[in-house]
Structures are given as C-alpha cells and as structure tokens.
C-alpha cells in the first residue's frame, strides 16, 4: 500500500522522501540502517558473512511462527498479544508429555529417525495445541471483559501464567530421566537436551550448505507454509469478518458479525500458533527452555512484528516476514561483532535487544490514540 | 448491618485473601515470633517508603506507576558516583539523596511527557519503559563507565577495568541511616526547628506582618514543637539514664508499639474533643472510639507471652521509620493543597479538570517527577539498608515488588491511600517471610514457597488490572445508560 | 446599572473558508433578562456562543466580523478563560461535575480558596493549603441563593439528575462578578418537575441582576420563563420580540419558515394503498443521546418517507433500532415477516440495507479500498464475492474489481481506482461508496440517516437525484433521516417529525411553516391545531 501512494501522488523528491519515512517508519528506517550498518562492519572485520547469513536465516525461521502469533490477535481487535506465553506453556507442555512418551517408548514403532523426530514433534504440537485451544478461548473470553486495556492485562496474565507454571514444572510427574533435575530427583529441568527426542526435527531434513552458509529448509517451508495459510485465512470469509471486528466494531456490528466471537477466535488462533511456535523454536534451538525462560517472549515476538511495519492495530502477514528477520538479523550479527569489537564489553547484545525491544514497543504505543 | 459486613468483606476481598493465606502461612512455617517479627519489621522499614512513592501518581489518575524503576536507577548511578567520589556514612548517603534528586526530576519529567502521549495506557507503558531505560542503564554500567570514561577504582569495576562490578560494597554507608541514633536525631531537630522559628520571626517583621500566635498560620504549633523538643534536648544533658537511651539508633519493638498506641489514642482524643467542642457533623466521633477500641485490643494482644516475646526481640531503626511516617504525613498535607487538589481532579475526570482552567499535562508531569523522586529516595533506604548495591538488579523487581505490595494492602488501579500501602507492606512481606518456610514444611522444598510469592505478586497485579478494566467497561456502559435515561 | 446592556453582539459575522455561518446578527441582552435563543440545528447558536466564550474553533478558523460588547466595553475574547474573567458562564449541557467529590469541592473546582503555607512561600502557590471553611461556606451561600437546602459537603455521586445541574448553577453563582450566564438546552435532562424547578430557578437569579441566554427547543418553556427572544435561521437573523408581543405559531414559524424551492414532485401526504413495506409498533431505542420512546408508523412499498426533528430528539434512534445497532424494543415487521431486532444482520437478511449517518465510524472502514468497503456487507451476509480455492472459500478480487468499477461509473464516485483507500476519499464521495454498499445488497428497502450531512452541493444533488431514480425505475422504497426540513419537504411523500423521541406529527410535504415548527417543538396535533386556528 506504501510503496502505491508514493508513487501515484505526484510530488517534490523532498515530499517523496518524507512521505517514504512517514510511511516506512522512523523506527523501521533505523533498524534496516543499524542492519546494514552492522553487515559492513561485519564485512570490514573480515567475518564469515555466509556463516551469519545461515544463522539469521535459522533465527528467522525459529521466531518465524511466534511472530505470526501476533496477526491474529492484531486483527481481531486484541492488539499485540503479550499474553501470546500463556500458548508458549501450552507448547511445552506438549513438548514435556511427547518426550516423556518417546522415552516410555510409545514411538518406538516408528523406526526411521528423521520420521521419528518429526513424529514426536508432531505430537508435542498436538497435545500442546489440544491445550493451548481451550485456554486461549478462556484467555479471549477474558480480553473481552476489558477491552481498552488489553495490552496491560495480557503483559500480567503471561506473567502469572509463566510463574504459576513454575510450580508446575517443578512438581510434573514425569518418569523419563532426561526431564527429570538429577539433583533432587524431583521436577523438571531448566533446560532439556532435545538430542534424542526432536531436536532439529524440521531443521534437519534437507539441511544443505553453500560454503560456510548453512540452509535449512525443512524450516523455512515450516514457516512459509504457516505464514501462507495465515495468509489464505485472511482472505477468507471469516478472516475478513475477523480483521473487520478489529478495524471497525461498529462497523462490523452493522455487517453482522459478533465482535466479540471474532475476538476470542484471534486470540485462540494466536495462542494456539504460540504452542506451534514454541515446539518449531524449541527443535531448532536444541533445548527445551522451561521455567522463566518463556517470560519476556512476548515482549520479543511483539517488538519483531512492530519492526515490520505493524502497528496495535494493524497487522499483516508481510510484517511478520520483514519484521522477524530484520530482528533476528540485527541481533545474530550484533553478537560476534560485538565480541570482537569490545572483547572487554559483554553485554553490548543484551543492551542492543533491551533498547530495541522496548523502544519499538514504545514507539508504537505513543503512537496510539491516547483515552480521552 | 448484613449488608454492611457483606460490603465491608466485598471491599477488602484481597486483603482479607492475602490474611488468611499469611495467617495459613504462619502456621504451616513453623517460624517462631521471634524470627517472623524482627524480620518483618526490616523488611517494612526497608520497602515502605518505595511502596509510598507510588501514591501520588495513583492520585493524578496515572495509576500504578511501573515507572518508578527508572527513579531506581536515578538512585543507583548517584550511589556509585558517590562512592567514586568518596563519599562515606551518614554525609555520603545523604549527598546520594541530593545528587539524585536533580537526576530523578530530569527522568521523571521525561517519563511524564511520554506518558502525556500515551494517556491510557500509562501502566504498560511505565513496564516498557522500565525496561528501555535498563538497556540505557546497562549501557552507561557496562561500557561507559570505565570504557569511555576511563575509571581506575577496584572496589567499583570489572578486572578488565570496563565495566562496573555487579555487587558494590556500600562500606561505612552500610544502614547508614538506620543507624543515626536518637540523640543525633533529637539535637539536629531541635536546632532545625530553632531556626525555623527564628528565620520566621525574622521574615513577620520584616514584611511587617502581625504576629499571630493562633489560627492555621499561627506560632503557636512550631512553638510547642520546640518546646518538646527542648524537654528533650535538656534531658540528654541532666539524666544520664536518658542520655544513653538516645544513644541507640534502634528501638525495641515493646517501646515502639507502646509509643505508636500512645500517639494514635492522643490524636485520637484531641480529635474527639475537638468535635464535641465545636459540634461538627454528629455522628462521627463513633469512628474514632471503634480505633481507640482496636488500639485497647491490640495492646492487649502485644501482652500474650508469645507476641510480646517476639515483639521484645524487633529493633526498630528509628531515622527510618521516621522518615517513612514524615512521608505518610507529608502525602496527607500534599492532597489538601491546591495541587493535590488539582491532581485528585485530574485523576478523577481529565476533562472536566480542563474546564476548570487546570493545566493537565503539567500537573501529570509534576507528579510523575515527584514519584520518581521519591523513588530514588526508597531505593536509597533499600539499598543501605541491604549494605550491598547489586548494579544490574537492584532495580529491576522494585516496581513489581511495590506495587503488588500496594494492591495486596487493597489499593486499586485508582484508589490508593497510606494505610493502603502500610497494610499492603506488612501482609505482602509477611508471605514473603513465611513462603519459603511453609513449603519447606509443607513440600519438602522450599523452592515452591519462591515460586509461589512471585506468582502471588504478578497475579496480584493482573487481577488489579482485570477489576479496573473490567470496572471501566461496565462504567462505559453505565454512562451510557445514564445518558439515555434522561 | 449606569449600561442599558450586559451583552451587545452587533453585526456579528462568521464564514468558515466560503462558508457563510453567520450573518450581520445582533442580540442585546440587559441585566436581569432571560433571552431565548432559537432556531434549528445549524441555525448558527453555537457557532454564535463558541464567538462569544472565544473558543479556539473560532480564531483558528479566522476569527469572526462585528463587535462583542461586555456592560458597554468592547472585548475580544480569545480563550474561554478570558470570558470568565469578564464575568460569562455557562451551565453545560453535559455535566462537568465529579462524582466523587463533594458539592463544595465541586463548585469550587479549580478555583479553591486557599491559605498559604510555610511551603507555599518558597514553592509557590500551589503548594497552599485549601481553606476548606471558607470554601464550605461560599458554596452554602450559593447554594442557598438558588434555594437548594441540600447539604455541602455531600458527595455528587447519587445525586438526581436534576440536583446535578443546580450544582453546577451553584458554581457558576459563585463566580465573582458573574453578569451573564449561558443555559444550553438545560432541561434536556431534567424530568418534568426537576424543569419547572429550574425555571424559577432561573428566575431568582435575575433577580440578582444577571442575565440568562437561554437556549432551548421547548418553545413552551420559551414562553414561560423568557422575556425576550431572538430566532436565527441558516445563520441570519430573523427577529428579536418581546414574549409578551408574540405567540407560539408565530415563533414557530419564524424558526422554520422558508421560501421552498424545488417542491416539484411532491406529494399530497396521502397514503398510498400500496402493501406495505414495513410496519413499526411502539419501537423503544436504547442510543445515547438519540433515545427512542415508543414510534409507531407504517411505510408502503415504493414510498419515500421522511424522519425529521432536531438533532438529539431520536430520529435517527429509529433508524439505528431497526437495522439492530443499539438495542431496542417494540415489533418491527418489514414485507410480513417480524423481525428479531436483538440479532445482529437480521434486517440485512430482510432485505433492509442502512447507509448510517456515522459515515467513517458506522459506514466503511476507512483503511481498506473502494471495492473491498462496497463489497464487504454483501460478501459477510451472503456469501458473495467468493469463489472456491481447495477446501476453502477465499475472496474474489476480479469480481469485487469487477462490481466496484461498476458502481464508481453508476454513482460516479470522483477517485483514481477502486483500489483507492476510502479514507482518503471526499465526504460525498464516502457517503456514495456507503450507498453503493447498501445497493450491492440488492434492498427492498433503503434506510438512509443524514445522507447528506457534511457533503458538497454537488454530491447532495446527485445523491438525491439517485434515490428519487431508485425509487421511480425499480420501485425502491425510502426512508430517510435527516436534519434538513427542506431536503424533506423536496423529496418525501411524507414526513414524520420526533420530538423527544416520539412521532409528534405525520405531515405532507405542503403543509405549513407553522405546523412544521411546532411539530420540532414537540407541541401535538391537537395542540398545534388549536394554536394554528387561535
């Protein structure tokens, strides 16, 4: 739509390049300057490009889904979906009760590994989603009652879910020793080691390198496939009629559509493509991350989408694309260069991803109307 | 009279939850009195001033400020340049105070003009900011100082000599204002207070004004505050018992509930006398026997064996828990003054304040500057009284620390008061005390207790949020019926 | 008094860009008067009261000709605040009270007697301590000079209405030097008891010397309580008369009366026998600010019937009743069939389309394109527009392109393509896209709510022109909301006039100023009958 306008109006080089701005985004313009900005500096410190390039490629199909998590709920009215953690456990806890299963040896049958992984993570996705289903309508309903502060409630609802959690994965009953804290015999561990379970089960089939440059594209069709389907969706009737509730209530209440049904159906579709995101995620990191580690997701899966162009109200599926790689790709660079620029600095990433997360986020809700 | 207990149940639900699981706690701890109240009382002179920097923004109808992180980190770069610098004791906890006031005004203001352009959506807006700003912090501890600014000082930085430390020593600044005992305390108010009269005096006859000594601008209160504290003052030097008295900076916990029971039945039956003699709204002197009766009960209470035990063993630092009652006097006088007015206006309708000529902006920027002040000044108390700063976290739970504190007391997203935050502090950390200990003896662990308080502070705060948006729906729909009834 | 006026506006003039709002008016008002101002939606009172408060809209549109004069001082005003100071206020319609605090503090608001304090000194003044005494006792002694004996320091919140609008009458009192005070419809809101209250009310303040503007629509008030009156009409003056000189058809008449042009057409007012079209039965609407109370009328096929009124009395709380978007109550019955007005799309489903009067809020949705906003109603309620894609149904672009090139040539909607976003299209050209929207539906009956508020010349004509067409070629029947009597008169077969959210009166097109006049000022029938024959 930017790229139309600016070039059916007729105006000054001066006007053209305010409007580009203005329609692109300062924040936007900022970050694709720092990403390139980032790849010289790379290049002049003589680093393997390729190599990074792989990885941000990796990256951007890892956060890819848990970024599209944020159409949905942008769509339907919610705005960005903070609260998208609350499917994040739901994933994990798939995750936890397919690996458990796998090490019971209910998948035994299943004999070729590349299929066996994928069967567990097929699995994990389905168990997660059979819960993250339920909870997300339970989570909408909720979001319908307070509608204007959605944002604030869905930050706190994650948070709580998250630490209520805690609990629960410290007492999960599960019997497969790779889950389980080898120090107290009790309760989960931070972190699982995938290895043997379904790491890299998307990641791996079909892997393939050009150089020092690694492709995965089991993954990347992963996400291309999700991104196209939420596409289709939202060309279809109810997806029109959804996106139509969160444009314009009013509107759509003369069109007769239940606002309120559309809203619990974005934030069921985003919390269900949040436990889909976490498994994808979670095969390609290698780890299963538990306990606090989903806390903050939110935030980072929010800010992505905002990168690409998105804004509290107005989500598509092409600023998932931009948005999620433009992310990925500052901070996979930031990494190494940093180490190799200030060796003496270690957190120099850690502040890049504070400043820009926030920042975006802040720019956008400045950006919207304030309540009267 | 049913309906009224069901109201009264209705209204402070969350207290009343957060009692009973402390009460539940308690038992199920173990923890003796002893243990429990000493800690209880650290910890409350620890947080509450914080807890009360919250107020003043819930007034302007700001709501809970999660910016109060950022007057944290105004407190915490002013510690660290004052150790720098050499500051020590007393002298340098107080030159931390006045190097983060300036600071604290200046991110105070910005956060105040960020929230005027997102008015609605302050809290999640406060929470984002408090975490930009932590990249901003993180960048100026890791890389500025030492990287850019080249600082030599062991004691604050990394081996590399980039970066600082993250565990400070506080030294001598260690419960620094915990520890100015009482003789100082008294000595320095009387000649405060001496002057005060003086430069008073000095300012009448100079404008020429009459000396009144009744009435609301009267001599006659700072004079009869002098004279206690002549009596005071005076005694240091002729009873030697006394003398030693004032020097502890720590009051046991049976003269300080006695001394609080004494002063609120004071106030109390000035009040009361004072009603009866002036015949104002009838009626009303029934409140003030009910309190009268509960301090009478809770006299009694401290007189079980166990309480009383427990009790005799807390040291209360007398300096701070000044400080935290000189604020809750403070935020009570500030409300019955124009701008407290103003603010109260605003909270409640942004535009009908505006048809009334009020600036609205500014007033929210005014109280944003003064939170994140005061904010500075509680995460100063914080920090000396934990004697180590922790660079990068000291700050960072502050926010949901207080405001769940807040809430547990039974502050709303726009109602908040001082016994709010008081009650909110005593219950809130009581959990915190007992948590742990309870599920050790509980669950074997203690992990769970850990677990759980935080989950008990981060649904605490979304529950707030869900009933005042919740409430902010059914209002909406409310006026509109209101609207059409007409 | 040494000046015969408080408030003389001569020769006042106002034009926003090529539009005339006001023209050489003049009103004189002297101590101790009520002055009623009247005329219809746009007849310029507000435009008038914003000149004489210096509201911004004013100097940042221009500025305005002719001279303000305050007690005989010449005054430009260019904040509200400047008017205050020169001793105006105004008694809102709305009430700017809140509820939590007390009557005191509410009439105190932003003007709080304060003493100082040691702090004050150095910080400055507002730091100073509220004198909560003095502020108690102003607010008694305004209270009690408008003789409420109800008690000050009792909070706002569950107060009655009417109790609500004495306190803010009790806080413009207590201004200091208070000279003139502006009523805007106050007896909106007031039931009928409350409203006679508040007239004596108004009464004993100009006892005091204090002048009231008193603008209303109730002419039977007018003639109550008022001494003088001025009528405006499209932004000119049409008279001053004293109440005593005059009468209510006379006022009426000056308040609607216009030379019609373009009657044309229009009908005798007769009912046709055709069958009809949609029966409505004591219809309650629950919209703010536009509430219904019980209309009944029918409509038959092939018919334009009219709704008019002033703005606020509920006519287009009719409108937004039957097509279910505020709830209602009453039996609707359109081409035999009931509707169930608590579902939503039900009246789409029956063949009724609506063009709201809410254009961008209501009609469209401003970020998507011409074609998607003419399709969209149709795709939702009929599945239209789709087209099969492996399992799923998914938008049509060609066929959406298709019809919304159609429609652009039919209504000739003024843009570069269909594909143009209707947020930044003209207000005329939106209200075409919204008609071509309801048209898509292919309706058996067509409700348009102001179709041409806020729309050039131009569009007005065609979309006029349009609907006349519709109903001649294809036997469309009509009906139509709107504010503008005229457009009415010009168009309808008949015209229903609410006033306080009933059907006062069913009229022809011919009938007279007069009866018109008194119909928008809720006066019945029977009443108006009797005025008329007087």
Same mark, same amino acid.
């Given at each position: ?33 720092? @990403? ?135 007492? @999960? ?49 992963? @996400?291309?496939?999700?991104? @196209? ?144 | ?106 991110? /105070? ?188 009960? /809770? ?188 | ?534």
């Amino acid at each position: 739509m930017s790229q139309m306008t600016a070039k059916n109006e007729p105006s000054t080089f001066v006007k053209n390049v305010k409007r580009l701005v203005n329609d692109f985004g300062l924040p936007r313009l900022i970050i694709l300057t720092l @990403f390139i900005l980032l790849f010289v500096m790379a290049g002049i410190y003589d680093m393997n490009l390729p190599s990074f390039f792989g990885d941000v490629l990796r990256r951007w199909g890892m956060w890819g889904i848990l970024v599209l998590a944020m159409v949905p709920g942008i769509q339907s009215g919610i705005g960005p979906n903070f609260g998208v953690t609350v499917g994040i456990v739901g994933g994990l806890v798939g995750a936890v009760l397919s690996i458990n299963m796998n090490h019971a040896g209910v998948f035994d049958f299943v004999t070729n590994p590349a299929l066996h992984t994928i069967v567990l993570a097929l699995v994990a996705i389905a168990i997660g989603l059979a819960l993250a289903i339920p909870m997300g309508i339970l989570y909408g309903m909720l979001l319908n009652r307070v509608k204007g502060s959605e944002m604030a409630v869905s930050v706190y609802v994650g948070f709580s879910v998250v630490n209520l959690f805690n609990i629960l994965w410290a007492t @999960f009953p599960v019997t497969a020793s790779i889950l389980i804290l080898p120090a107290t015999g009790r309760g989960l561990r931070q972190m699982v080691n995938l290895r043997d379970d379904f790491g890299g089960a998307f990641d791996e089939p079909l892997r393939f390198a050009i150089g020092d440059m690694t492709i995965r594209p089991g993954l990347l069709i992963v @996400f291309f496939l999700a991104c @196209f389907l939420m596409y289709l969706f939202t060309r279809s009737r109810l997806g029109m009629m959804m996106s139509a509730a969160g444009s314009n209530p009013s509107y759509a209440r003369a069109s007769g559509i239940n606002v309120e049904k559309m809203r619990v159906l974005g934030t069921t579709i985003s919390t269900a493509l949040g436990a889909v995101g976490i498994i994808i995620y979670a095969q390609s990191f290698g780890f299963l991350q538990l306990y606090l580690a989903p806390l903050m997701m939110g935030f980072t899966v929010v800010a992505s989408v905002l990168l690409g162009g998105a804004t509290v109200r107005r989500a598509r599926v092409f600023d998932v694309l931009l948005g999620a790689f433009l992310f990925n790709g500052i901070l996979t660079i930031a990494l190494p260069l940093a180490n190799t620029m200030l060796p003496d600095v270690p957190g120099v990433p850690e502040m890049l991803r504070l400043i820009i997360t926030y920042g975006i986020v802040l720019y956008a809700l400045s950006k919207v109307k304030g309540g009267r | 009279m049913n309906n009224k207990v069901r109201d009264f149940l209705f209204e402070n639900k969350v207290v009343l939850l957060f009692l009973s699981i402390t009460l539940f706690a308690f038992w199920a701890s173990g923890l003796s009195t002893v243990v429990f109240f000493s800690e209880l009382f650290t910890r409350f002179g620890r947080n509450t001033f914080m807890v009360l920097a919250l107020l003043i923004p819930v007034i302007a109808g700001l709501g809970l400020n999660f910016g109060i992180v950022v007057g944290a980190m105004a407190a915490q770069i002013s510690m660290f340049l004052v150790i720098l610098w050499g500051g020590d004791g007393v002298s340098g906890i107080f030159s931390v105070a006045l190097l983060a006031t300036p600071i604290a005004i200046v991110l /105070g203001y910005l956060v105040g003009r960020l929230f005027n352009s997102m008015k609605g959506s302050e809290m999640i807006g406060g929470m984002v900011t408090s975490l930009f700003a932590d990249g901003f912090y993180q960048f100026l501890f890791l890389f500025v100082f030492g990287g850019i600014i080249p600082i030599a000082y062991a004691r604050l930085m990394t081996s590399t000599g980039v970066g600082v430390l993250n565990a400070i020593d506080l030294g001598d600044m260690r419960q620094a204002l915990d520890n100015i005992s009482m003789f100082h305390i008294l000595n320095v108010s009387f000649f405060v207070m001496l002057a005060f009269v003086a430069l008073l005096l000095i300012y009448r006859l100079v404008k020429k004004q009459p000396i009144k000594m009744f009435g609301p601008t009267g001599l006659i209160k700072p004079l009869v505050i002098l004279g206690f504290l002549l009596i005071g003052y005076i005694l240091t030097w002729t009873v030697t018992p006394f003398l030693l008295f004032t020097y502890e900076n720590r009051l046991n916990g049976v003269y300080a509930s006695r001394l609080v029971a004494i002063i609120i039945s004071a106030v109390q039956i000035y009040h009361i006398i004072r009603d009866i003699r002036d015949e104002k709204r009838p009626g009303l002197p029934i409140k003030r026997f009910v309190i009268l009766g509960l301090v009478a009960v /809770g006299f009694l209470v401290t007189l079980l064996p166990e309480i009383s035990n427990g009790l005799a063993h807390v040291r209360i630092p007398v300096f701070t828990y000044m400080i935290i009652g000189g604020l809750c006097l403070f935020i009570k006088w500030f409300i019955n003054t124009r701008l407290g007015q103003n603010m109260r206006t605003i909270g409640q309708d942004r535009n009908v304040a505006t048809a009334a000529g009020i600036n609205v902006d500014r007033t929210r920027i005014i109280a944003m500057i003064m939170s994140t002040v005061l904010a500075a000044y509680g995460q100063i108390i914080i920090i000396q009284s934990f004697g180590v700063m922790t660079t990068y976290g000291a700050h960072m739970n502050v926010g949901l620390y207080a405001i769940a504190a807040l809430l547990v007391g039974g502050a709303t997203v726009t109602r908040a008061s001082v016994k709010h935050a008081i009650i909110g502090v005593l219950l809130f950390h009581s959990l915190f005390i007992l948590a742990p200990a309870a599920s050790t003896n509980l669950m074997g662990a203690a992990l769970f207790g850990e677990y759980f308080r935080v989950f008990a502070a981060n649904a605490v705060i979304a529950l707030a949020l869900i009933m005042h948006a919740w409430k902010r729906v059914k209002k909406r729909k409310n006026e509109k019926a209101k609207a059409t009834a007409a | 008094m040494h000046e015969k006026y408080v408030l003389q506006l001569e020769g006042i003039r106002k034009a926003y860009g090529e539009n005339v709002v006001l023209d050489d008016v003049s009103l004189r008002v002297k101590p101790g008067e009520i002055h009623a101002l009247l005329g219809e939606n746009g007849a310029g009172k507000s435009t008038l009261m914003n000149i004489l408060f210096g509201m911004r809209v004013i100097h940042d549109t221009g500025g305005y000709d002719g001279v303000v004069k305050i007690s005989g001082e010449e005054v430009k005003f260019t904040a509200p605040t400047d008017a205050l100071a020169a001793g105006i206020g105004m008694v809102h319609q709305e009430f700017m009270l809140i509820p939590g605090f007390t009557i005191t503090e509410n009439i105190k608001l932003g003007r709080e007697d304060t003493a100082p304090t040691v702090a004050s000194r150095i910080f400055g003044k507002s730091l100073e301590r509220l004198d909560r005494e003095k502020m108690d006792g102003d607010a008694r002694r305004s209270l009690d000079s408008i003789g409420m004996g109800i008690e000050e320091h009792v909070r706002v919140a569950g107060l009655p209405v009417g109790y609500m609008q004495f306190v803010e009458i009790a806080r413009e009192i207590d201004k200091l030097g208070i000279k003139l005070l502006v009523f805007d419809e106050p007896t909106a809101v007031l039931t009928e008891g409350e409203a006679t209250q508040l007239l004596e009310v108004m009464n004993t303040i100009t006892q005091k010397g204090i002048a009231i503007i008193f603008i209303t629509h109730r002419l039977s008030e007018v003639m109550d309580a008022a001494h003088n009156m001025t009528v405006l009409r499209d932004g000119e003056l049409v008279g001053t008369k004293p109440i005593a000189e005059t009468n209510l058809a006379e006022i009426a008449e000056m308040m609607v009366g216009r030379s019609i042009e373009n009657l044309g057409i229009a009908a005798d007012g007769e009912e046709s026998d055709a069958p009809i079209a949609i029966s409505v039965r004591d219809l309650h609407v629950d919209m703010p600010g536009e509430r219904v109370r019980g209309v009944s009328f029918d409509v038959r096929e092939g018919e334009i019937f009219g709704i008019g009124g002033m703005a606020g009395q509920g006519k287009v709380g009719i409108a937004n009743g039957i097509s279910g978007l505020f709830s209602a109550e009453g039996s609707v019955t359109a081409f035999g069939q009931p509707l169930n007005l608590s579902r939503l799309g039900e009246a789409l489903e029956h063949g009724i389309a609506f063009v709201s009067e809410d254009r961008r809020g209501v009609g469209l949705l401003l970020d998507e394109s011409i074609a998607y906003n003419i399709m969209f109603r149709v795709m939702t309620t009929q599945r239209e527009f789709l087209s099969r894609f492996g399992p799923i149904k998914l938008l049509n672009r060609r066929k959406m392109q298709q019809h919304a090139d159609d429609m652009i040539k039919l209504l000739d909607i003024r843009c570069r393509s269909g594909r143009q976003k209707v947020g930044t299209l003209s207000g005329g050209n939106q209200q075409k896209v919204c008609l071509a929207s309801a048209l898509t539906a292919k309706p058996k009956l067509l409700i348009v709510s102001e179709p041409t508020r806020g729309i050039d010349i131009g569009a007005k004509e065609l979309i006029l022109n349009y609907l006349t067409k519709l109903r001649e070629e294809e036997g469309l029947t009509v009906i139509m909301i709107s504010s503008e009597l005229g457009e009415l008169r010009s168009l309808c077969d008949r015209i229903a006039i609410v006033a306080d959210g009933k059907i006062v009166n069913i009229l022809p097109p011919n009938a007279t100023d007069a009866e018109y006049g008194l119909a928008m000022s809720a006066v019945s029938a029977e009443e108006a009958g009797k005025v008329v024959q007087s």
